[in-house]
């Protein structure tokens, strides 16, 4: 379904069109003409290099609105209506809106009138971007890359959240590096002192909110991950005060990561843990669920094993 775009503060359309209509990631944007105010009653500038001027502006405007800009145009077409006389002098003003290197195709035609007697009006056709990293050679590549690094992610949670530590250990390099803040070394060695910690849990819960995957290479990126932590410690645990039932933790942080590609696997091969913040509760009662709900365990007894046979 295409969208019509109507930008405000654009010149006024002086016949029934829109400023522009997109559709499947393109963008048509409709011949602007040199109006130098948004009324379709503003007058044009004079001479030929003031009309080109005023025309680009204007469609820089549309462009604009549609949260676009001149990099993006892939074509344009240019109408004249004295062609021997400004084509030369029109060229000079419109070259200087595009780097020499990344002008847009074009076409420039000699038409016998423009609407109320304008000199030149210029239309546009523009390629909205994909969002793409730009260092794949193509989109299903770069996707298949990023789903790969989320699942080592959700990998990494459940891992933890069910204290399977050979999959945890899975989603590391073998020269990799983990800095927690309360402890700094190789995976192998990190993984043996938070199987400790989680010894005290009887929940765990990770989620992963915001990714933000930024590619330096086709075997390596930059991975930022917002991250919520549920944890309830049982009974006699070290930080759980005495007599009491339980505590609950509620921690938000960040992981840090440099992915690395080799074999074929993406895992991670430098984690820093960046701290938020960390509320924690003293339980008042002991955590009961209703008999008939399926209850989560912290481990590898969990339901989720059972239901993937």
């Given at each position: 379904m295409p969208t019509f775009h109507m930008?405000?503060?654009?010149?006024?359309?002086?016949?029934?069109?829109?400023?522009?209509?997109?559709?499947?990631g393109w963008v048509f944007v409709t011949g602007q003409m040199p109006f130098s105010g948004a009324s379709k009653t503003s007058p044009y500038p004079?001479?030929?290099?003031a009309q080109t001027r005023q025309v680009m502006e204007n469609l820089k405007r549309v462009l604009a609105g549609c949260a676009l800009g001149l990099e993006h145009v892939v074509s344009a077409r240019v109408f004249l209506t004295r062609f021997e006389q400004d084509?030369?002098?029109?060229?000079?003003?419109?070259?200087?809106?595009?780097?020499?290197?990344?002008?847009?195709?074009?076409t420039c035609v000699g038409v016998s009138a423009l609407a109320r007697g304008a000199l030149i009006e210029i239309d546009f056709v523009v390629r909205r971007p994909s969002g793409r990293s730009g260092v794949f050679d193509g989109?299903?590549?770069?996707?298949?890359?990023?789903?790969?690094?989320?699942?080592?992610?959700?990998?990494?949670?459940?891992?933890?959240d069910r204290q399977d530590w050979t999959a945890a250990r899975a989603c590391y390099h073998d020269d990799a590096f983990d800095d927690h803040g309360f402890f700094k070394g190789p995976p192998d060695a990190f993984l043996a002192h938070i199987a400790k910690l989680h010894e005290h849990q009887d929940h765990s819960m990770h989620f992963n909110t915001n990714v933000l995957i930024e590619f330096a290479s086709k075997e390596r990126a930059f991975v930022e991950t917002y991250v919520l932590v549920l944890q309830r410690y049982r009974p006699g645990a070290p930080n759980v005060p005495a007599?009491?039932?339980?505590?609950?933790n509620l921690a938000s942080a960040r992981y840090l990561d440099r992915f690395e590609k080799r074999?074929?696997?993406?895992?991670?091969?430098?984690?820093?843990?960046?701290?938020?913040?960390?509320?924690?509760?003293?339980?008042?009662?002991a955590h009961r669920f209703p008999p008939e709900f399926t209850e989560q365990r912290h481990g590898m007894d969990d339901p989720l094993y059972a239901l993937r046979k």
């Open positions: 930008i405000s503060g654009a010149p006024e359309p002086v016949a029934p069109f829109s400023h522009a209509v997109e559709t499947g004079e001479g030929i290099e084509y030369e002098r029109m060229n000079a003003v419109y070259a200087s809106y595009f780097p020499a290197d990344k002008r847009p195709a074009r989109f299903l590549e770069e996707l298949e890359a990023r789903t790969a690094i989320e699942d080592c992610l959700k990998r990494f949670a459940r891992s933890v007599a009491s039932p339980g505590l609950r074999n074929g696997e993406w895992r991670v091969a430098h984690r820093t843990l960046v701290f938020g913040d960390i509320v924690s509760e003293e339980m008042k009662t």
